[in-house]
């Protein structure tokens, strides 16, 4: 699966994306961010909170409640301010 991350996501992370293989029990959003969260000091800043995180799947923009079977990819993303 391809992960992008956007903004200071992927400043704190030091990368713009990454292809994973997700381990097993890793099924929703949710469960991707905390397991994201524990990769690293770089990816516990990223997600050190977790609510603000905003998620696409396929470029459709989706809740930490939606399932990853079948995505191809998955952006994060900070809440985005208008301007």
């Not at 690293?40 to 939606?66: C, K, L």
């Amino acid at each position: 699966m391809k992960l992008a991350y956007f903004a200071w996501v992927r400043e704190r992370i030091g990368l713009a994306e990454e292809e994973v293989v997700l381990p097993a029990g890793v099924g929703t959003v949710g469960d991707l961010i905390a397991w994201l969260k524990g990769r690293g000091e770089n990816y516990a800043h990223a997600f050190e909170s977790p609510e603000t995180i905003r998620v696409a799947i396929d470029q459709e923009h989706v809740d930490h409640s939606e399932p990853l079977a079948g995505a191809k990819e998955v952006a994060l993303f900070p809440p985005m301010t208008g301007g």
